[in-house]
């Protein structure tokens, strides 16, 4: 929905693999609103395993202000694209994770970590900022909700809790700060008074909330 709001004012940008465009583009209508954009929105690619200068400046020749690097993180694609899709997309182009870095600094970012694959623990080990997935505390979360049948696991998020859990497997090693993003509105670390909400905390953790700032 924030793609749909964000065309109502000025031209925009979106940054996403050619496999996530396409899925944008021709697997789900509602978002055919953005080919009314008046400035058109102005697609670019990434690579699931890019390193791409970045500038703030309207100046294309100026140098890069930060470099975006991006990875694969091992997740699927949604529900509503079509079989014909999922056969044909790359599956390292479904869900990508940014590292991002500028004057000595790194920021990792990972708002739905599907946990499948390694890679995400090196990025967070070297990073000075993580942003990851704090989106269930369990795995059966939603199912207890009745909103769903599924898992967190089977909608591309690793949940919190559990020995297969992000608490258990974030590197021990981190030096960074580790602040929780994409916090879904039945997870019970939002309760401050939960025995969860300790948990995150005497783990090292942060809950992210609205107009957080962040200084390097």
């Not at 109502?8 to 697997?27: D, H, T």
């Not at 014909?84 to 500028?102: I, K, N, S, V, Y």
Request: negative net charge; aromatic residues 10%; proline residues 5%.
């Amino acid at each position: 929905m924030g793609l749909l709001h964000l065309r109502e004012f000025q031209s925009f940008f979106v940054f996403a693999s050619a496999a996530v465009q396409r899925a944008l583009r021709s697997e789900n209508r509602i978002f055919k609103v953005l080919e009314r954009a008046d400035p058109l929105v102005q697609w670019q690619v990434l690579s699931s395993k890019g390193r791409l200068g970045c500038h703030l400046s309207e100046s294309p020749g100026e140098s890069p202000t930060f470099v975006c690097n991006t990875i694969p993180l091992g997740g699927d694609y949604p529900d509503y694209v079509s079989d014909e899709f999922r056969r044909t997309a790359p599956a390292e182009d479904a869900t990508l994770g940014f590292l991002f870095e500028c004057a000595g600094k790194k920021i990792f970012f990972a708002p739905s970590l599907a946990g499948h694959t390694a890679e995400w623990q090196k990025l967070a080990t070297s990073a000075d900022v993580v942003l990851i997935d704090g989106t269930f505390w369990s795995n059966e979360e939603l199912q207890r909700t009745g909103r769903t049948s599924k898992t967190a696991r089977e909608i591309g998020h690793v949940p919190l809790s559990g020995a297969d859990g992000l608490l258990a497997h974030f590197p021990a090693d981190a030096k960074g700060r580790k602040i929780l993003v994409h916090v879904n509105n039945t997870n019970p670390i939002l309760d401050e008074d939960s025995l969860e909400h300790r948990a995150v905390l005497e783990a090292g953790f942060e809950i992210a909330y609205d107009g957080m700032d962040i200084s390097l």
